[in-house]
């Protein structure tokens, strides 16, 4: 337990991929989607739900589980955001195992550690992500 996984490739996050999510989710806060009013503020910010949806894109780039026929998100837990992520900035993944058990059948539990982290600074965001894998029998 505490191997990292992998890292996923980097995602960097422009505006028009802001007011796309802002469009989708219908949280347009002008900090997000209004440039002018934001550059007082240093300009606009990246959602933070749009940060956890790259959660299942980063991990299939960082990890395989090799033996899995089907694996389903089950959980987020203890999400942190410890920094703003300025729109047009370059995001990462990093995956960490933390734990493991069976459950029902084929079917097993996988706990990871994720660290969501500028490409070139500090971790913006961290969470524990709960994936259930069916495994190949």
Known sequence: MGQV???SADHRIDQERVDAF??????????HVDPGRARAAGGTIVHGHLLLSLIP???????TVTD????????????????PVP????????????????????????????????????VVCR?????LCALRT
């Open 127 to 131: 969470a524990v992500q709960t994936y």
């Open 5 to 7: 996984l992998g890292t």
């Open 22 to 31: 802002a469009r989708v989710t219908g949280d347009d806060q002008w900090i």
């Open 57 to 63: 894109v980063m991990s299939t780039e960082a990890f």
């Open 87 to 122: 729109t047009g900035e370059g995001v990462r993944g990093r995956f960490r195992l933390t734990g493991a058990r069976p459950r029902v059948r084929d079917w097993y539990e996988l706990v990871l550690g994720v660290e969501i982290e500028l490409l070139d600074g500090p």
């Open 68 to 83: 899995a026929v089907r694996t389903v998100n089950h959980r987020l837990d203890g999400v942190r955001f410890r920094a």
